[in-house]
Structures are given as structure tokens and as C-alpha cells.
């Protein structure tokens, strides 16, 4: 049974920094496309950054240069480091691992998603 799970959250104050982890058991866990997400409260789901199996990274413009998706396939896991940090980056920041193939012909979809893990920005 794959299972997918975020650590690293807490309370920071604004300016500080911390790392999300983002551990996967999942077979083949290097093809998949990893996505971390974001929800305040009373906002939507929002995609914050993404990493590819090929190491290729893309950010929301709200985050860039303060946020850092990476990767290490060695340990299933793939890090969200997030510096800087502003009281808007208060949210439950979750992960998707996916990956679509083809079988016969036909085209496939697999995603896995944790549960999140809180992030609260205060001083």
C-alpha cells in the first residue's frame, strides 16, 4: 500500500525559515512528478511548487526566491525548503506524487496524496 507523509511544520516567525519533508513508499518513487500544495484557511487549494522526475522545478510567482523544491530518490523524499517566510505562508501544505504512463496503448494516471502537514507563520 503506498503511503505518502509530510513532517517539518510548526510555528516560525515571520523572516525565519524551515524544511518540509515529503516521504513516499512507493515503487519507482524517481517517476513520479512530486507537487506540494498549499490551503489557508477560507482559500482554495493552491499549487506552490512543483519537481519533476527529471529534476526540472516550477514555482508560483508569490514564492519564488524563497521557496526551494528538491529531491532525493535515495530516501523517497522530496524536501520544500522555505525561507523568508510571511504570515501568508500560513497553511497545511500537502504533497502529490504523480505519474502518468501507458499500457497497450492506452494512457494512465497514478496519484498519492498525504495528509499535510501545518505551517504557521506568527510572531
Known amino acids: 500500500q503506498a503511503h505518502v507523509q509530510e513532517s517539518g511544520g510548526g510555528l516560525v516567525q515571520p523572516g525565519g525559515s524551515l524544511k518540509l519533508s515529503c516521504t513516499a513508499s512507493?515503487?519507482?518513487?524517481?517517476?513520479?512528478?512530486i507537487r506540494w500544495y498549499r490551503q489557508a484557511p477560507g482559500k482554495e487549494h493552491e499549487l506552490v511548487a512543483t519537481?519533476?522526475?527529471?529534476?526540472?522545478?516550477y514555482y508560483i510567482d508569490s514564492v519564488k526566491g524563497r521557496f526551494t523544491i528538491s529531491r532525493d530518490d535515495a530516501k523517497n523524499t522530496v524536501y520544500l525548503q522555505i525561507d523568508s517566510v510571511k504570515p501568508e505562508d500560513t497553511a497545511v501544505y500537502s504533497c502529490?506524487?504523480?505519474?502518468?504512463?501507458?499500457?497497450?496503448?492506452?494512457?494512465?494516471?497514478?496519484?498519492?496524496w498525504g495528509r499535510g502537514t501545518q505551517v504557521t507563520v506568527s510572531s
Open positions: 519537481i519533476t522526475s527529471t529534476g526540472s522545478t
Open positions: 512507493i515503487n519507482g518513487f524517481s517517476n513520479y512528478t
Open positions: 502529490n506524487a504523480h505519474k502518468t504512463y501507458t499500457r497497450q496503448g492506452a494512457q494512465y494516471e497514478t496519484d498519492y
